[in-house]
């Protein structure tokens, strides 16, 4: 692995730097804290009853799109800007640095490589010019309440009825769905195949009759996620993606693009930092525990976990450079990060002692806006989404280490 940049490498970082210095919106910059209306995502912004956040979401869109950084990793034949594995490290880690949300969510990261790979001339025409505009924003109906990390289970039924399928079932876990314009879903349309077979890939309207999204309430009193249920829904025969019958291969895949995770590496260490800022600082002494310093040895296993992260993403970007593809790598890495998540923000929350049981964000005894207080409860399912650790430690054991399945 080489770590430092050679100088055309250099050059595209300061060109990233400098457009997000003087591109991206106010209220978008060290989003941790907040802004006037902030919602925490642009895609809820773009949705949002606030007309300023509603402003500021499409003028960073906007902003993206000049430059063709709405989805760097497109090929520049269908909009994107075709960057390579490097520049696209180097853009999602400068992106990190300033907390600048990303543009297009599911849309741009797994409908889009799939619509480029398998969709129709028709299709990729209609949908992904919307995704670049940031007109309409995607999410995910894969997930089911009896097929999570058996997703083949699952029993959504799409009937084909003349030029239409009839879609009856239920997905669960479907985030952000209350702020999207479009899902795409896979559906079971021969009941009688194996389960990897007979399911299909398919695309609707969220606002089709029949379409039901309710939003689930976490711990955190949020709304990350909803459940989805489908009752006699009609969906055009052609917004099946790929070929009827194989929406599971088409499912699975997504071009080759960087996906080393160092946006949390980056995030993590910027929230370590500014703990350490505020237990220092003249309002800090008010709300840290007496004995706070007491803390350091875990806050330096925090510290060296966070450059231990940064180095896993690192490594799979050298992989994938190389033109290696990242195996368990990628789970180890995923693992890693979720389990440093929930162990800053626990580390975070023994800081404050007990000012870490107030929840809430404003009043003279919320540090930091009750930020780690949150992070501590809204950190819990992030070892569980994205593939359990359960999961993670299988391919781990598996194709990493060649121990025998049982």
Do not use: C
């Amino acid at each position: 692995m080489d770590w430092s940049d050679s100088p055309e490498q250099a050059a595209f970082r300061e060109e990233v730097a400098t457009f997000i210095k003087e591109r991206l919106p106010d209220d978008y910059r060290g989003s941790e804290e907040g802004g006037e209306g902030f919602s925490g995502g642009w895609q809820a912004d773009r949705k949002s009853d606030n007309p300023h956040a509603q402003k500021r979401a499409m003028d960073w869109a906007d902003a993206l799109a000049e430059k063709g950084w709405v989805a760097p990793h497109w090929p520049k034949e269908y909009g994107g800007a075709g960057l390579s594995v490097m520049e696209q490290f180097i853009y999602n880690q400068e992106m990190a640095k300033s907390a600048a949300p990303p543009v297009g969510g599911m849309g741009v990261s797994l409908l889009g490589p799939t619509m480029i790979v398998h969709g129709s001339d028709e299709q990729k025409a209609e949908h992904l010019p919307r995704v670049l505009s940031g007109e309409v924003a995607w999410a995910q109906g894969y997930s089911e309440p009896s097929a999570g990390s058996d997703l083949a289970s699952l029993q959504t039924r799409a009937t084909r009825d003349g030029d239409d399928y009839v879609i009856n079932g239920q997905k669960i876990w479907t985030s952000g769905a209350q702020y999207a314009d479009w899902l795409f879903a896979l559906v079971r349309t021969d009941p009688e195949a194996p389960k990897h077979r007979g399911i299909s890939f398919i695309v609707m309207d969220i606002n089709t009759p029949g379409i039901t999204v309710r939003p689930i309430v976490d711990m955190g009193w949020n709304e990350p996620f909803n459940e989805t249920f489908f009752e006699d829904v009609r969906v055009p025969a052609a917004n099946i993606v790929g070929e009827e019958n194989r929406g599971w291969y088409v499912g699975m895949t997504l071009l080759d693009f960087e996906r080393s995770g160092i946006s949390g590496a980056i995030s993590y260490e910027r929230n370590l930092t500014r703990l350490l800022d505020y237990g220092k600082s003249e309002d800090g002494n008010k709300h840290v525990r007496q004995d706070w310093r007491a803390l350091r040895h875990e806050i330096a296993e925090r510290h060296l976990e966070i450059g231990v992260l940064f180095n896993f993403a690192f490594r799979i970007v050298s992989m994938q450079n190389s033109g290696m593809v990242p195996n368990y790598e990628a789970s180890v890495n995923k693992m890693f990060g979720s389990e440093i998540h929930q162990r800053l923000a626990r580390t975070g929350t023994k800081v404050f002692g007990l000012y870490a049981n107030v929840w809430q964000e404003e009043g003279d005894h919320s540090p930091m806006s009750a930020e780690f207080t949150r992070d501590y409860v809204g950190s819990v399912p992030h070892t569980i989404f994205s593939g359990s650790s359960e999961i993670q430690r299988n391919v781990i054991a598996t194709r990493g280490l060649g121990l025998p399945r049982g």
